[in-house]
């Protein structure tokens, strides 16, 4: 997978974005939406291990780690690596920029065009879940499409944040609000007017656990046709 992200990276860094609509045909992809404090790399990895001890195909999840391993491929400074283990949404342009190299700097649209390109590129290529990214929006028009959406009351999300990163209720209700705030100035450059399908799937994490969302996923795809 990285290598394949670094070809094109290399291919594309001196060339104007030219994002291509999806064919309704390619895919399959799953995509994971989610309200900060919501679980979604746990139960793509879920997913993508439950569907790998059974189907044919190697299916993968894909997050932020493919910048970590793109920084470790284009052998970027150690300080421009650990930015990116700390990488969120709010950085995204920020992060991608240090990608290139040299003079060129592509300027923010072009670098979220080329992060369209990117999901694109893998939801093309078929049996990957999409983690974030804006995967809903851009993956929509693609008919071999399944699109899950993770949800919690904001009181849940923040009890969830504080226990994961050790700190305080009023630390973990900043958290939220600032994140929960930069997702969504960020998800506002993909969005699309009409023609968008809704969520095939929609949990609320606060009652429904990790295994049960899995289990509900994997059913429908089954009855997709998508695995065995």
Same mark, same amino acid.
């Given at each position: 997978?990285?290598?394949?992200?670094?070809?094109?990276?290399? *291919?594309?860094?001196?060339?104007?974005? &030219?994002?291509?609509?999806?064919?309704?045909? $390619? !895919?399959?992809? #799953?995509?994971?939406? +989610?309200?900060?404090?919501?679980?979604?790399?746990?139960?793509?990895?879920?997913?993508?291990?439950?569907?790998?001890?059974?189907?044919?195909?190697?299916?993968?999840?894909?997050?932020?780690?493919?910048l970590?391993?793109?920084?470790?491929?284009l052998?970027?400074?150690?300080?421009?690596?650990?930015?990116?283990?700390?990488?969120?949404?709010?950085?995204?342009?920020?992060?991608?920029?240090?990608?290139?190299?040299?003079?060129?700097?592509?300027?923010?649209? *072009?670098?979220?065009?080329?992060?369209? &390109?990117?999901?694109?590129?893998?939801?093309? $290529? !078929?049996?990957a #879940?999409?983690?974030? +990214?804006?995967?809903?929006?851009?993956?929509?028009?693609i008919?071999?499409?399944?699109?899950?959406?993770?949800?919690?009351?904001?009181?849940?999300?923040?009890?969830?944040?504080?226990?994961?990163?050790n700190i305080?209720?009023?630390?973990?209700?900043?958290?939220?609000?600032?994140?929960s705030?930069?997702?969504?100035?960020f998800?506002?450059?993909?969005?699309?007017?009409?023609?968008?399908?809704?969520?095939?799937?929609?949990?609320?994490?606060?009652?429904?656990?990790?295994?049960?969302?899995?289990?509900v996923?994997?059913?429908?795809?089954r009855?997709? !046709?998508?695995?065995?």
């Amino acid at each position: 997978m990285e290598n394949l992200l670094l070809n094109y990276f290399q *291919k594309r860094m001196h060339k104007e974005s &030219d994002v291509v609509a999806p064919s309704r045909e $390619e !895919g399959p992809v #799953i995509t994971i939406t +989610r309200e900060y404090g919501c679980p979604g790399k746990i139960i793509a990895q879920q997913i993508v291990n439950q569907i790998n001890t059974r189907d044919n195909h190697s299916w993968k999840w894909i997050s932020k780690e493919i910048l970590e391993s793109l920084a470790q491929e284009l052998k970027l400074q150690p300080s421009v690596i650990r930015d990116i283990k700390n990488f969120d949404e709010r950085k995204t342009t920020d992060y991608l920029a240090l990608l290139f190299t040299g003079d060129y700097y592509p300027g923010e649209i *072009k670098i979220k065009n080329t992060l369209t &390109d990117i999901i694109l590129s893998f939801a093309r $290529e !078929g049996h990957a #879940i999409i983690v974030g +990214r804006a995967g809903y929006q851009i993956t929509n028009a693609i008919k071999k499409s399944y699109h899950i959406s993770l949800k919690a009351p904001l009181e849940w999300r923040i009890e969830h944040i504080c226990q994961r990163m050790n700190i305080n209720y009023l630390e973990g209700l900043k958290q939220v609000e600032i994140m929960s705030a930069k997702r969504e100035s960020f998800l506002k450059y993909f969005d699309k007017t009409g023609g968008m399908k809704p969520f095939d799937a929609v949990f609320d994490c606060s009652l429904t656990s990790n295994e049960e969302i899995e289990q509900v996923v994997l059913m429908d795809l089954r009855q997709r !046709g998508w695995i065995s």
